[in-house]
């Protein structure tokens, strides 16, 4: 037998699995509740190919980043290196800049719903391909606004979902101007604790000391509670922008919390960053992540641009929905169609058609079962009434509508069973 690969997941008809994040009963309620709310604040949809060229990745999130080093990566026949996207910001602004995008007046404010690949550890909501649901607001203007906006349109997300106990964690980690002189600092303090440090934050103070920052192992954290933090240390304009972002969340009588060592896992990231963590997820919390990449543009060769936005993990989401949340969304048929005899097989088919034209969906047996058996298979399937033809029927025009649930019969003429069907 051959298995599927590690970290990846079959998503199925809920009747097949018990494992809410691998049913697509779940999937199509988060993405399709998030075009709703998408296109009520009038964001468009984009798709960009799963695969990319390295470099695209390599300039955009950095070199020294756990998400560049988990890429899967290969070289094509014509020695071309190729990786498969381990998250689409880059993807959007490199489809930007190849379209011209940023030549419109406006913003553009697109997003997305695709698989996304990383070589992680696999665990609990941790995957190596994921569903990743963004959003992107590109143009000239870094108006906090544009962030307000975007957390108001995900609060109300989560709201449509019924997704309760989440907690949204807000920083601003400074810009080219200030961020350096913090990392000095920040350099400096570390060094002092380096010994008291775990490896992997020995590491990250050589390559991206930032990162010390989001350690999460036990014994590090009094040290790191010790480091300066950026936002004592931001500059007049960031310190402005930050002001008058929560602020605006203020207003909007959003909840969020100053986390003021949140600094998130890429590169291009400037003054705004935020994440929204869930109650029911384990260690892998983190459910939304976000933030401004003013400049990425530039970056990727592009005009110079701002940018702002988020993207959640599908699994994640799915995983902080409440309990009841798919039950009402199973597909099942509205009918099944069982029959007695040849004479009323070839009715039945012709009889689902009629029905399905008239927008009821109907599952006719196609394995010839005798009748016990069909109903059982209509039981499985969960259909709402099961239709029994025979001969005597096909005769008298007059069908068996079978409620699947009380096991009540009633005798139907066919637009008697339209109608029915159709409530
Ligand atoms: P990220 O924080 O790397 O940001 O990923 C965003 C979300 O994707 C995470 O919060 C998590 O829910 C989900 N995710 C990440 N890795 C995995 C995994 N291995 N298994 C399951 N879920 C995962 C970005 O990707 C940025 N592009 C977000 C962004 C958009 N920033 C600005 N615009």
Request: glycine fraction near 8%.
């Amino acid at each position: 037998m051959i298995n599927r690969v590690r970290g990846t997941q079959d998503i199925l008809p809920a009747r097949f699995t018990d494992k809410t994040d691998a049913q697509i009963e779940c999937w199509n309620l988060v993405e399709q509740t998030a075009r709703d709310a998408f296109r009520l604040c009038g964001f468009e949809e984009i798709r960009t190919p799963i695969i990319e060229r390295t470099e695209l990745f390599e300039r955009g999130i950095g070199t020294e980043t756990d998400v560049n080093k988990e890429m899967y990566t290969f070289e094509d026949r014509d020695g071309e290196r190729v990786s498969l996207r381990p998250e689409q910001t880059a993807s959007v602004v490199r489809a930007c800049i190849e379209h011209g995008m940023f030549n419109q007046p406006g913003l553009a404010k697109l997003f997305y719903i695709g698989p996304q690949f990383r070589r992680e550890r696999p665990q609990k909501g941790r995957y190596r391909q994921f569903g990743q649901i963004g959003v992107e607001v590109l143009g000239q203007s870094d108006d906090p606004a544009i962030e307000a906006e975007v957390i108001e349109m995900l609060d109300w997300y989560l709201k449509q979902l019924r997704i309760t106990g989440t907690e949204l964690l807000v920083n601003s980690i400074g810009d080219e101007n200030c961020r350096p002189a913090y990392i000095e600092r920040l350099k400096e303090a570390i060094r002092q604790r380096l010994p008291q440090l775990c490896g992997s934050c020995n590491q990250r103070y050589e390559t991206n000391p930032l990162r010390v920052l989001d350690c999460k192992i036990e014994s590090c954290q009094p040290y790191l509670n010790e480091l300066p933090v950026i936002t004592d240390s931001l500059c007049e304009p960031c310190r402005a922008h930050f002001q008058s972002f929560t602020a605006m969340l203020d207003q909007r009588g959003i909840a969020y919390t100053l986390a003021p060592r949140l600094v998130r896992g890429l590169d291009y990231y400037t003054r705004t960053a935020f994440e929204i963590i869930g109650s029911q997820l384990g260690a892998q919390n983190t459910i939304v992540g976000g933030g401004r990449y003013d400049g990425l543009s530039q970056m990727l060769g592009g005009p110079p641009a701002k940018g702002f936005g988020f993207a959640f993990g599908i699994e994640r989401m799915i995983m902080s929905l409440p309990d009841d949340a798919a039950r009402s969304l199973k597909q099942v048929p509205d009918v099944f169609v069982a029959y007695i005899g040849e004479r009323a097989r070839k009715h039945s088919f012709e009889l689902a058609r009629r029905l399905r034209e008239a927008g009821i969906s109907a599952v006719v047996d196609l394995e010839g079962r005798k009748l016990k058996k069909s109903l059982a298979v209509a039981n499985s399937l969960a259909a709402r009434y099961a239709l029994i033809i025979g001969d005597s029927e096909i005769d008298s025009s007059s069908y068996v509508l079978r409620d699947m649930t009380t096991g009540e019969q009633r005798n139907l003429s066919e637009s008697d069973l339209i109608a029915t069907l159709r409530n």
